[in-house]
Nanobody
Framework: QVQLVESGGGLVQPGGSLRLSCAAS????????MGWYRQAPGQQRELVAA???????NYADSVKGRFTISRDNAKNTVYLQMNSLKPEDTAVYYC???????????????WGQGTQVTASS
C-alpha cells in the first residue's frame, strides 16, 4: 500500500515563500508522474504542477514563474517551492502520484491527505 505524506504548509504573508514536501512510503516506481493539486473553499480541485521521472514539468498559468516543482526519485519525494505567494494561492494542497499508459490511460493513482497553505496578512 502506497501512502503520500505532505508537509510544509502553513501561514505566510503575501509575498512570502513556502516549500511543500511529499514523501511516498511503499513502492512508487519512478515512472509515476507526481504532482500537486490545490482546492480552495467552494472551488474545484485544480492542477498546480506536475513532473515526470525525467524532470519534465508543467505548471498552471497562475503559478508560472513563482512556483517550482522538483523530485528526488531516490527518495520517492516531490517538492513544491512556492515564492511570491498571493492571497489567491490560499488552499489545501494535495500531493498526487499517477501511473498512466503511453496512451494516457490512468492505471493507478494515489493522493495525500492535504496540507493547508494560507497567504494572508
Amino acid at each position: 500500500q502506497v501512502q503520500l505524506v505532505e508537509s510544509g504548509g502553513g501561514l505566510v504573508q503575501p509575498g512570502g515563500s513556502l516549500r511543500l514536501s511529499c514523501a511516498a512510503s511503499g513502492s512508487i516506481a519512478s515512472n509515476y508522474i507526481m504532482g500537486w493539486y490545490r482546492q480552495a473553499p467552494g472551488q474545484q480541485r485544480e492542477l498546480v504542477a506536475a513532473i515526470t521521472s525525467g524532470g519534465s514539468a508543467n505548471y498552471a498559468d497562475s503559478v508560472k514563474g513563482r512556483f517550482t516543482i522538483s523530485r528526488d526519485n531516490a527518495k520517492n519525494t516531490v517538492y513544491l517551492q512556492m515564492n511570491s505567494l498571493k492571497p489567491e494561492d490560499t488552499a489545501v494542497y494535495y500531493c498526487n502520484a499517477v501511473l498512466r499508459t503511453i496512451l494516457g490511460t490512468k492505471l493507478r493513482e494515489y493522493w495525500g491527505q492535504g496540507t493547508q497553505v494560507t497567504a494572508s496578512s
